[in-house]
């Protein structure tokens, strides 16, 4: 049989995927592991005694933004990286926009004349932060590569890093509700490298996870 004639048999059958379908399974997936994430963080961490308090600050919601922010980002690269052929590169270079932000933001709080480097940097949390956040993560993790499996990703590891990505940051905006810190330098170091620990465990594991 000829090569032409093996793709047109191959191909007879086929039906054009139902439009909103990449939005449904991703969708379904990160419902379905955002609401066992969040379930985690009440009954195993609980939020902040002082929550309604810290909501009333502007620094509780520069943090929320700046997970939010991620998260959202995160679900555009995922969602375009679900579609084969697809471009991403341009949401994934305006993930520099919130981090820069922050970075900025940091640098002014260190260079006040009464900053406490230490504290602001290293707060009193930071040896479990980044490790909630990613055990947080994986619950939604799950969900999106069940997802993802279902359609039709050709970059499976940047695939992979965009769903590790939208998992660590909807954890991390979750871990938010709980975490005492508020520091934004605390925030851009230890929050991103949850993050980022997500999003590299994902680029690992979408290479043969994401296999066709």
Same mark, same amino acid.
């Given at each position: %049989?000829?090569?032409?004639?093996?793709?047109?048999?191959?191909?007879?059958?086929?039906?054009?995927?139902?439009?909103?379908?990449?939005?449904?399974?991703?969708?379904?997936?990160?419902?379905?592991?955002?609401?066992?994430?969040?379930?985690? %963080?009440?009954?195993m961490?609980?939020?902040?005694?002082?929550?309604?308090?810290? %909501?009333?600050?502007?620094?509780?919601?520069?943090?929320?933004?700046?997970?939010?922010?991620?998260?959202?980002?995160?679900?555009?690269?995922?969602?375009?990286?679900a579609?084969?052929?697809?471009?991403?590169?341009?949401?994934?270079?305006?993930?520099?926009?919130?981090?820069?932000?922050?970075? =900025?933001?940091?640098?002014?709080?260190l260079?006040?004349?009464?900053?406490?480097?230490?504290?602001?940097?290293?707060?009193?949390?930071?040896?479990?932060?980044?490790? =909630?956040?990613?055990?947080?993560?994986?619950?939604i993790?799950?969900?999106?590569?069940?997802?993802?499996?279902? =359609?039709?990703?050709?970059?499976?590891?940047?695939?992979?890093?965009?769903?590790?990505?939208?998992?660590?940051?909807?954890?991390?905006?979750?871990?938010?509700?709980?975490?005492?810190?508020?520091?934004?330098?605390?925030?851009?170091?230890?929050?991103?490298?949850?993050?980022?620990?997500?999003?590299?465990?994902?680029?690992?594991?979408?290479?043969?996870?994401?296999?066709?």
């Amino acid at each position: %049989m000829k090569t032409d004639e093996l793709i047109a048999f191959l191909s007879q059958d086929l039906e054009p995927a139902r439009r909103g379908m990449v939005l449904r399974w991703l969708m379904l997936g990160l419902t379905l592991g955002m609401a066992v994430s969040a379930l985690a %963080m009440m009954t195993m961490l609980g939020p902040r005694p002082d929550l309604h308090a810290a %909501m009333r600050g502007g620094a509780f919601w520069m943090k929320f933004c700046y997970t939010l922010a991620l998260a959202l980002l995160g679900f555009i690269i995922v969602q375009r990286q679900a579609s084969a052929g697809a471009d991403s590169r341009g949401a994934i270079a305006a993930l520099a926009a919130p981090v820069v932000a922050l970075t =900025l933001l940091a640098g002014s709080q260190l260079s006040a004349p009464t900053a406490n480097s230490a504290k602001l940097l290293m707060g009193d949390t930071w040896i479990v932060c980044p490790w =909630l956040i990613l055990a947080l993560s994986l619950p939604i993790f799950a969900g999106l590569f069940m997802a993802l499996r279902r =359609l039709a990703p050709t970059r499976l590891a940047t695939a992979g890093a965009s769903a590790g990505l939208l998992a660590g940051a909807s954890a991390a905006t979750l871990y938010g509700f709980h975490c005492p810190e508020l520091a934004a330098p605390f925030v851009l170091i230890w929050y991103t490298l949850g993050i980022a620990a997500a999003a590299g465990l994902g680029a690992v594991l979408g290479r043969w996870m994401l296999a066709w």
